[in-house]
């Protein structure tokens, strides 16, 4: 299983970009990266998902390593709207597994 | 279009009762899929479905049931309610796209479920 690891929380400020790191050190060949949120009492939304070379589409950019053992969740302008659990996933046969994500508060 | 809709929103059972939460989707998906969420934690796959009439276990599958008659519902049942099924219920819908691991997952509001 590719296993991911997120921070607990991170803060960031109103209007500033947010860098979100995941580490996925087991990963294979063939796994995709999946990033969901969820915001408060709602359920989960996905983001974004890559495999290989960075990904970009309206709510964020996907930063992919070369080596694949780690990603990065960009978020361009930090808004109080992206206020959220933010989970890195490594789906397993169509499967996602979450991990207690990253708590991302953000400051006006 | 509706997306992933969940019935009922709120329920409140005694230990013991049984109940069925429905999950109905307007996207055509091929996969449907229940999940909990304890306070704090990530949400767990309880049962999945990758097409009417087929089920399979997720990772904390005891103690509820599921069935898939029709490709747009997908049903959890539970049939001796206990406390620790006091949960969040999130159920999500997928398309099938063939390389496992591609496909986008649209989750419905959840259902909240205390068991006294």
């Known amino acids: 299983d590719a296993k991911t690891t997120q921070p607990n929380s991170m803060e960031s400020n109103e209007e500033e970009p947010v860098h979100l790191p995941c580490n996925h050190s087991?990963?294979?060949?063939?796994?995709?990266i999946h990033w969901y949120r969820q915001l408060p009492s709602q359920g989960p939304e996905y983001v974004i998902h890559?495999?290989?070379s960075n990904v970009n589409n309206r709510m964020a950019s996907l930063a992919i390593a070369e080596d694949r053992k780690s990603s990065t969740l960009i978020l361009h302008r930090a808004t109080l709207r992206d206020a959220a659990v933010y989970y890195c996933i490594s789906p397993q046969g169509g499967k996602l597994i979450f991990g207690q994500g990253t708590e991302l508060s953000v400051k006006p | 279009n509706a997306g992933v809709t969940q019935t009922p929103k709120f329920r409140v059972l005694k230990t013991g009762q049984s109940m069925t939460l429905l999950c109905a989707q307007d996207m055509n998906h091929e996969y449907m899929y229940w999940y909990r969420q304890d306070p704090g934690m990530g949400l767990r796959l309880i049962h999945y479905s990758v097409g009417e009439g087929t089920t399979a276990k997720g990772e904390v599958p005891d103690g509820y049931n599921v069935s898939r008659l029709k490709k747009q519902n997908f049903l959890l049942g539970l049939e001796s309610a206990a406390p620790s099924q006091t949960s969040v219920y999130f159920c999500?819908?997928?398309?099938?796209?063939?390389?496992?691991?591609?496909?986008?997952?649209?989750f419905g509001p959840g259902t909240r479920l205390t068991v006294l």
């Open positions: 999500a819908s997928s398309y099938y796209i063939g390389l496992a691991g591609s496909n986008e997952q649209f």
């Open positions: 890559g495999l290989t």
């Open positions: 087991t990963i294979s060949g063939t796994d995709y």
